[in-house]
């Protein structure tokens, strides 16, 4: 069996003033006693203010998107070095919700990808199918093509994590039974190992989300590909979040 260290991944979307940052800090001071990783993808508008503001012991602080370029004359745009330089270690890249919503595909979101590794930081690509697809019997190879195409060349076990959520899962109290996600969690290291390597393989956490909640989370956590969870609508109260994370084997 290979130990891989757990981590918990907050996603707060868009969600979270100023005066959120108090739950921040609870996180933050109740992490200390944690044997996972965590951290938490804030909106950009208040990032820096929870790097001021937490310990920097345990939890990192994250962004949820970023432009694949550097700089340049793109309005409205935020790059992985602006996330980097406001205090985020972290990235999620390809959310279903930006794949669906702007259209993202999986060469833009590895070029994504590719940005927040070489600004030293690391990337959550997420990846996962919708319900039609599912109905289809198409999960394994939908999730193993998004994959394929968008893990970039310089990934490895240490600046990517993956993350597979359902799109039918997330947000809807639905969860696929447990063999689907240790399904789909195995086919996945099974694909990282062809393109990158048993060591690599070995290494990179592959996390589940899609309706995590303290009350599922430990069946989860047990499956042997599952190294972790995406959190969305649970992470954004402290006790909730910090009650999946006590799930950690
Ligand atoms: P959920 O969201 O936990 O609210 O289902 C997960 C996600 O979108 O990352």
Redesign the pocket.
Known sequence: MINRKFLIAG?W?MNGMFDSISEVCKIDQYSKKLNCDLALCLPNTIIYKAHENISHEKLIIGAQNCHHEESGAFTGDISAKMLKNAGAKVI?VG???RRQNYFENNELINRKATSVINSGLQVII?IGETEEEKNNGQTNDVVCSQLRNSIPVISNGENTVI?Y?PIW????GRIPSLKEIQGVHSQLRLLITEIKGTETANKMRILY?????PNNAKDIFALEDVDGA??????LKSEDFLGIANLCP
């Open positions: 996603n979307k999620i959310h279903s919700e997420c993350a959520e899962a997330i947000g809807t989300g899609g309706s995590v909640k995406l959190v969305g609508g649970a992470s």
